[in-house]
């Protein structure tokens, strides 16, 4: 059974930082895209932040690129998202997805590429 569990939100000020984490479990960790995706209330689920099978290949997403970085740790089947200078707009759930692809380089940024999902993370940065 494939399970993918974040951890790491919270509550945190206008220029804080918060390090978010999913754990990655029944899968191969290493044949699979990754990405963290956030979905703010009563607004759809966007891209955050992908990484490739090979993680040497990361891309963002416009508002977050120089504030987020995505890591992965395939030791550990975790993937992280370290989100420095956080603001207001950042409040969201945030999720992260694993994608399987054949392709070592593969960054994935549209959602129905991910067959698997966390339950996600609440991230709320006060003003």
């Known amino acids: 059974q494939v399970q993918l569990v974040e951890s790491g939100g919270g509550l945190v000020q206008t220029g804080g930082s918060l390090r978010l984490s999913c754990e990655a479990s029944?899968?191969?960790?290493?044949?699979?895209?990754l990405g963290w995706f956030r979905q703010a209330p009563g607004k759809e689920r966007e891209f955050v932040a992908g990484?490739?099978?090979?993680?040497?290949?990361?891309y963002y997403a416009g508002p977050v690129k120089g504030r987020f970085t995505i890591s992965g740790d395939n030791a550990k089947n975790t993937v992280y998202l370290q989100m420095n200078s956080l603001k207001p707009e950042d409040t969201a759930v945030y999720y992260c997805?694993?994608?399987?692809?054949?392709?070592?380089?593969?960054?994935?940024?549209?959602?129905?590429?991910?067959?698997?999902w966390g339950q996600g993370t609440q991230v709320t940065v006060s003003s």
């Open positions: 997805g694993a994608a399987d692809t054949p392709i070592m380089f593969a960054v994935k940024t549209n959602a129905n590429a991910y067959g698997y």
């Open positions: 990484i490739s099978r090979r993680g040497s290949d990361t």
């Open positions: 029944g899968l191969t960790f290493s044949r699979y895209a």
